[in-house]
């Protein structure tokens, strides 16, 4: 059974930072695209960023410069470093695991980001 748990959402003040971690059991990171996605109300589930099973990693243009994606393989975790929080980057914050060879998509359960003063 594939879990993704997420932990370390929050509320911040603007300017402010937190650190989203995400703890896979029944994958393997390494061999993963793993992403984080976020969801604001009434507005789709977009991508903030990806670590490829090489190395290599996207950002959405909103949070280039400001967060940083990381994975841990012997601790099989995920990390999004968060700094210089604004407002809009309230979302609910999704862990993703993808394999696209073997057709595999998996889902956290979320974990909520709040930027407010």
């Known amino acids: 059974q594939v879990q993704l748990v997420e932990s370390g959402g929050g509320l911040v003040q603007p300017g402010g930072s937190l650190r989203l971690s995400c703890v896979a059991s029944?994958?393997?990171?390494?061999?993963?695209?793993m992403g984080w996605y976020r969801q604001a109300p009434g507005k789709e589930r977009e991508l903030v960023a990806q670590?490829?099973?090489?190395?290599?990693?996207n950002y959405a243009d909103s949070v280039k410069g400001r967060f940083t994606i990381s994975r841990d393989n012997a601790k099989n975790t995920v990390v999004l470093q968060m700094n210089s929080l604004k407002p809009e980057d309230t979302a609910v914050y999704y862990c993703?695991?993808?394999?696209?060879?073997?057709?595999?998509?998996?889902w956290g359960q979320g974990t909520q980001v709040t930027i407010s003063s």
């Open positions: 993703n695991g993808i394999y696209i060879i073997y057709n595999r998509n998996y």
């Open positions: 029944g994958i393997n990171v390494a061999y993963y695209t």
């Open positions: 670590i490829k099973n090489d190395g290599s990693q």
